[in-house]
């Protein structure tokens, strides 16, 4: 079962490269959600989808973009890398019913 | 003011006692509360949800709503060392918004 899949694991980023975190889920959820957290802090909203083509920003949307071309993918764009965005990133989708949100396993980001 | 709020902690109780865990939040409008427990370098899972006023209870977690108050709190009763974790409180925005808003997170310890 591979639920919500998120790559690369760990990355590490110089001031100012760019780069996007993939998600991918296969449970045909419309809601998606990029979270970001900070070292002993809980989850911080980036942004999030609630279908193909419908994105919008949620708490912290400075730094990132997103785009949603499918149900399945939800990518996060980091342009302008900065030390501020060193964190652990989670992607998670939720079913229709919202009962539930899944998380994928973590990308953890560091900027140097 | 935030939308969602917890002390940080860390909580720390007895083996065998009752913790419990408090949030509050700020829309008024929210319609959906969750509990999520994340140990260190893991994604979060859910405990459970609420919807109504009053109590809900799950096995040795009780989950407990006041609208009126905004406030939603988490009871873990004969608390276990395997509890020690981070209790992050959730909410969904008021109807239509699909935000899906995370608190800080309440760092638990129970001592053995």
């Known amino acids: 079962n591979a639920g919500v899949t998120q790559t690369p694991k760990f990355r590490i980023l110089k001031i100012g490269q760019s780069m996007t975190l993939q998600c991918a889920q296969d449970?045909?959820?419309?809601?998606m959600y990029w979270y970001r957290q900070d070292p002993g802090m809980g989850l911080k909203l980036i942004y999030y989808?609630?279908?193909?083509?419908?994105?919008d920003k949620g708490e912290v949307p400075n730094g990132y973009n997103v785009s949603r071309s499918t149900t399945e993918d939800f990518p996060l764009r980091l342009e302008l890398a900065a030390p501020s965005q060193t964190s652990v990133y989670f992607c998670?989708?939720?079913?229709?019913?919202?009962?539930?949100?899944?998380f994928g396993e973590g990308s953890w980001l560091t900027v140097v | 003011q935030k939308e969602v709020e917890q002390n940080s902690g860390p909580l720390s109780v007895p083996e065998g006692a009752i913790a419990s865990l408090n949030c509050t939040y700020s829309?008024?409008?929210?319609?959906?509360f969750f509990w999520y427990r994340q140990y260190s370098g893991k994604s979060p899972e859910l405990i459970m949800f609420?919807?109504?006023?009053g109590d809900k209870e799950d096995g040795r977690f009780t989950a407990q709503l006041n609208k009126a108050s905004q406030y939603v709190s988490l009871l873990i009763r004969d608390s276990q060392p395997s509890d020690s974790a981070t209790y992050l409180c959730?909410?969904?925005?008021?109807?239509?918004?699909?935000?899906?808003?995370f608190g800080t997170g309440t760092r638990l310890k129970v001592l053995a």
């Open positions: 989808s609630v279908g193909a083509g419908i994105t």
């Open positions: 829309d008024r409008g929210s319609q959906s």
């Open positions: 449970m045909n959820h419309n809601y």
């Open positions: 609420i919807y109504s006023n």
């Open positions: 959730a909410v969904i925005a008021t109807s239509g918004t699909y935000k899906y808003i």
């Open positions: 998670a989708s939720r079913d229709s019913t919202g009962n539930t949100i899944y």
